[in-house]
T-cell receptor, first 116, second 114 residues
Framework: AQKVTQAQTEISVVEKEDVTLDCVYE???????LFWYKQPPSGELVFLIR??????QNEISGRYSWNFQKSTSSFNFTITASQVVDSAVYFC?????????????FGTGTKLQVIP | EPEVTQTPSHQVTQMGQEVILRCVPI?????FYWYRQILGQKVEFLVS????????KSEIFDDQFSVERPDGSNFTLKIRSTKLEDSAMYFC????????????FGPGTRLTVL
């Protein structure tokens, strides 16, 4: 069974601070995908990143960076120089990779509030 | 850029009524999904659909729920007799065969059962 744990329920930071959102996952599969989604107050799910289990390279996209460590089953997300527009709920998610129709299992989300 | 669309954006219904939530997946996609998010909680998988049949469903997806792809473009979720606890945001998603498991999510339908 797949499981995603986001231990941080809510985080508040002051604008321009860096913040890291933690994600720990469990799966029996050797091949899988990890995702991060942003859910702003308007409610839609905004795709941020996908990472497959064979690619442990860290990734940076602007102010966003992701640290994937297979040894600790973690896929953490860092926002550098946070901005008020980063305020949202962030979900980490996991999906099996083999076959066509695997479901996505979401974590419980971390609510990030960036204070001006 | 192609996207998944969902209608309506917000549906209010009385307990016991039937509702149909509609989704138009991305046109060349083959796999379709419904997820549910109760307010303040995580997004939960309901059902996946491929080749005109359900491929997997969760415990939440009981006999009150059904899915259909009636005309090759729409993908619907029907709740036969709504309960108060069905109030949630419902997300549709679709995926192509080769999209490396990236499911494209629609904007969601907020269902309120009174």
């Amino acid at each position: 069974a797949q499981k995603v744990t986001q231990a941080q329920t809510e985080i508040s930071v002051v604008e321009k601070e860096d913040v890291t959102l933690d994600c720990v996952y469990e799966t029996r599969d050797t091949t899988y995908y990890l995702f991060w989604y942003k859910q702003p107050p308007s409610g839609e799910l905004v795709f941020l990143i996908r990472r497959n289990s064979f690619d442990e390279q860290n990734e940076i996209s602007g102010r966003y960076s992701w640290n994937f460590q297979k040894s600790t089953s973690s896929f953490n997300f860092t926002i550098t120089a946070s901005q008020v527009v980063d305020s949202a709920v962030y979900f980490c998610a996991l999906s099996e990779a083999l076959g066509g129709y695997q479901k996505v299992t979401f974590g419980t989300g971390t609510k990030l509030q960036v204070i001006p | 850029e192609p996207e998944v669309t969902q209608t309506p954006s917000h549906q209010v219904t009385q307990m016991g009524q039937e509702v149909i939530l509609r989704c138009v997946p991305i046109s060349n996609h083959l796999y379709f999904y419904w997820y549910r998010q109760i307010l303040g909680q995580k997004v939960e998988f309901l059902v996946s659909f491929y080749n005109n049949e359900i491929s997997e469903k969760s415990e939440i997806f009981d006999d009150q729920f059904s899915v259909e792809r009636p005309d090759g473009s729409n993908f619907t979720l029907k709740i036969r007799s709504t309960k108060l606890e069905d109030s949630a945001m419902y997300f549709c998603a679709s995926k192509s065969y080769s999209s490396y498991n990236e499911q494209f999510f629609g904007p969601g339908t907020r269902l309120t059962v009174l």
